[in-house]
T-cell receptor
Framework: GAVVSQHPSRVICKSGTSVKIECRSL??????MFWYRQFPKQSLMLMAT?????????EQGVEKDKFLINHASLTLSTLTVTSAHPEDSSFYIC???????????FGSGTRLTVV | GQQLNQSPQSMFIQEGEDVSMNCTSS?????WLWYKQDPGEGPVLLIA?????ELTSNGRLTAQFGITRKDSFLNISASIPSDVGIYFC????????FGAGTRLTVKP
């Protein structure tokens, strides 16, 4: 149980375009989801906390107009990278708290390459 | 967010050797967790520790929750090639904080 599905697993897009990444909780409801960014050989950096039915909470230094987060239902959160630039190329991972237990369940990640 | 202090950053070991890595923090946590991340994948939970002093095993993995609640270690015994990956510690209180990761390479 507590499976988080993330799509796409990898995407290549042109500079200036927008890319949407989806994170779904398959067998549980997630009122909160977290979005991370991971650079090569580095740890997970929390970007924002997605809250169902309300605005996301962004970490300091993360542009909310650049990384749009929508959590419209109890099972789906989306991260849209708008007007992507090559420096946005990274590995993006979502997670959700495990139901009734500590720890988070992670999605499988999305490798974004902006060319 | 503030990171935990995880060491070592990387390890290169021979198959069959034991591995030890640890995490320290200036903050107290109610829960310590250890995750493994394979290349191109999201982290997967290995062990969760809920009580100070708790020692928990999962196959060849053993982890302990420090008495002070500010540290934890993970041991892997008799390493095998598929142990390769990045291991992250995480401390959870109201939110979760991650260590920088230990990159493990196992030579056959």
């Amino acid at each position: 149980g507590a499976v988080v599905s993330q799509h796409p697993s990898r995407v290549i897009c042109k500079s200036g375009t927008s890319v949407k990444i989806e994170c779904r909780s398959l067998d549980f409801q997630a009122t909160t989801m977290f979005w991370y960014r991971q650079f090569p050989k580095q740890s997970l950096m929390l970007m924002a906390t997605s809250n169902e039915g309300s605005k996301a909470t962004y970490e300091q230094g993360v542009e909310k107009d650049k990384f749009l987060i929508n959590h419209a239902s109890l099972t789906l959160s989306t991260l849209t990278v708008t007007s992507a630039h090559p420096e946005d190329s990274s590995f993006y991972i979502c997670s959700a708290p495990r139901q009734g237990r500590y720890g988070y369940t992670f999605g499988s990640g999305t490798r974004l390459t902006v060319v | 967010g503030q990171q935990l202090n995880q060491s070592p950053q990387s390890m290169f070991i021979q198959e069959g050797e034991d591995v030890s890595m640890n995490c320290t923090s200036s903050s107290i946590f109610n829960t310590w967790l250890w995750y493994k991340q394979d290349p191109g994948e999201g982290p997967v939970l290995l062990i969760a520790l809920y009580k100070a002093g708790e020692l928990t095993s999962n196959g060849r993995l053993t982890a302990q929750f420090g008495i002070t609640r500010k540290d934890s270690f993970l041991n892997i015994s008799a390493s095998i090639p598929s142990d390769v990956g990045i291991y992250f510690c995480a401390g959870q209180e109201d939110d979760m904080r991650f260590g920088a990761g230990t990159r493990l390479t196992v030579k056959p």
